[in-house]
């Protein structure tokens, strides 16, 4: 489960109780009040995935209270039981109970098509563990190397349920989406089709 030092998988940590909630928490958020969308990058470029943001919104590349580039209005709160959560999945994915005050949570939408290039998470000003939730769809997902886009790079399937934990030397690891595999995912979690991915943050910001 330790794909690097600070890198951990946890297939299945989520019971499908905790996902049905989980999708069903995202669909809330996905309608505002900053609706989901696909990002608009700076040099013109539309991300094939769709985001929503909530407690800061991000904006490549920097976080806000208000979405800027969407409708100006302020996401929504970071709710406590997602706190728990994130403290949860740190304690299980390393084994010890340690502080964790994540403020920020991105979700992202990807459906048959959608894809995640090669980069850093680097918009963060705290070097923080981030707190990844996947429901719905596998997906091949890129775990790279902190100097380059490309090789050496792992190669993981990751599942409905799944948790992955991104500290330490591996916080600012190059990764990336570059397929789904739609069909793959249990309706019975609420998403009939498509990924879900939900990750945690600091973001350092007041
Ligand atoms: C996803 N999301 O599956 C991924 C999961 C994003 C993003 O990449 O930026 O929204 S998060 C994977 C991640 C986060 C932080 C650090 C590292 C991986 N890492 O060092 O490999 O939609
Ligand atoms: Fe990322």
Redesign the pocket.
Same mark, same amino acid.
């Given at each position: 489960r330790e794909i690097a030092p600070g890198?951990v998988h946890v297939p299945g940590w989520l019971s499908l109780d905790q996902q049905r909630h989980l999708v069903q928490a995202c669909r809330e958020w996905a309608k505002g009040p900053v609706p989901i969308r696909h990002t608009v990058l700076p040099g013109g470029g539309v991300m094939s995935?769709r985001?929503v943001c909530v407690g800061w919104h991000w904006q490549p590349y920097r976080y806000t209270r208000l979405a800027h580039d969407v409708n100006g209005r302020r996401v929504a709160e970071f709710p406590a039981w997602l706190k728990e959560l994130g403290r949860r999945a740190l304690a299980d994915a390393y084994g010890k109970e340690m502080p964790y005050d994540p403020d920020t949570a991105?979700i /992202?939408f990807?459906d048959g098509q959608a894809r995640?290039g090669m #980069?850093?998470?680097k918009d963060e000003r705290a070097d923080a563990p $981030?707190v990844?939730l996947?429901v719905g769809d596998a997906?091949l997902?890129r775990?790279?190397n902190t100097e380059t886009r490309g090789k050496p790079y792992t190669d993981v399937r990751?599942e409905s349920g799944d948790l992955?934990v991104?500290g330490g030397p591996?916080?600012?690891?190059? #990764?990336? $989406?570059p397929k789904v595999y739609p069909g793959t995912g249990d309706p019975a979690t609420g998403l009939a089709a498509g990924?879900l /991915?939900l990750?945690m943050?600091v973001t350092g910001l007041g």
């Open positions: 890198a995935v985001t991105l /992202n990807y995640m #980069h850093q998470d $981030v990844s996947s997906c997902f775990f790279g990751l992955f991104f591996s916080r600012l690891a190059y #990764h990336g $989406v990924r /991915n990750t943050r």
